[in-house]
Nanobody
Framework: QVQLVESGGGLVQPGGSLRLSCAAS????????LGWYRQAPGKQRELVALGFSTGTTTYGDSVKGRFTMSRDSAKNTIYLQMNSLKTEDTGVYYCYAQRMGGVGSWGQGTQVTVSS
């Protein structure tokens, strides 16, 4: 199993920045996909950023150029740097990991609210 714990959410004004963290533990050696999804009220969960074991990262169209995902392998932690935040970025952000064999794990989520 893989356990994921997010942190760093909060309230920020439009145009501001926020950094989320996700610490992974457990069978991390088996992870081949690791990243972030988000869910706004009344909407489906959508991709924010997803990194692959090949080293590539893919971003959702709505966050390209504004969000950057990075990784600290020594700490088994990934980060999501969010810049130029918009009100439509509001939602619960979930860390996601997929292990070899297709088994997925989700964190508990962290709330991000962009509002003036």
């Amino acid at each position: 199993q893989v356990q994921l714990v997010e942190s760093g959410g909060g309230l920020v004004q439009p145009g501001g920045s926020l950094r989320l963290s996700c610490a992974a533990s457990g069978s991390i050696f088996s992870i081949n996909e690791l990243g972030w999804y988000r869910q706004a009220p009344g909407k489906q969960r959508e991709l924010v950023a997803l990194g692959f074991s090949t080293g590539t990262t893919t971003y959702g169209d709505s966050v390209k150029g504004r969000f950057t995902m990075s990784r600290d392998s020594a700490k088994n932690t990934i980060y999501l740097q969010m810049n130029s935040l918009k009100t439509e970025d509001t939602g619960v952000y979930y860390c996601y990991a997929q292990r070899m064999g297709g088994v997925g794990s989700w964190g508990q989520g962290t709330q991000v609210t962009v509002s003036s």
